[in-house]
């Protein structure tokens, strides 16, 4: 069943692949639904995975295989909350590992080229700290990062 407010995700025909990574790599995720396409389109043909219907981390997705025409971009991402550093070494890894692309600040790209913020609990912590000067130094020690590393902003965080 669609919800009645969907993430539509565009694919170049990878819809399915991308759906079964997310629910391998990230808690909470899965995929359902697969449809296929009743007659021929412009991207495929009859038969071909028109849309799957799937859940990253409890939130509901729709990947929609509507070809080459559009990329994703870092105007949309996933922000994912992570608790310690082995699970954002984990999710940073299966991520970039996999095809993917690191980048600044915690961000990186998978191989479809959707983009994820992998943010320690901590960091936002740090960066919100009520003592401006103790979250200026955290928030200057993430510019300097791709992958975050906890122990790090809590050094700088403390200075």
Known sequence: MICK?????????????????YAETFPDSTVGAVHRAPGAYPAGKEGDVLMVEFTVMG??????????????????SFQVATDSQAETDRLWSASVGNGGQESACGWCKDKWGLSWQITPRALIAAITDPDRAAAKRAFEAMMDMGKIDIAAIEAARRG
Do not use: M, Q, V
């Not at 939130?59 to 949309?76: M, Q, R």
């Open 5 to 21: 407010n969907t993430i539509c995700l565009w694919y170049d025909g990878t819809a399915l692949d991308a759906a079964k990574f």
């Open 59 to 76: 939130i509901p997705c729709i990947g929609l295989n509507g070809g080459p025409e559009f990329k994703h971009s870092e105007a949309f």
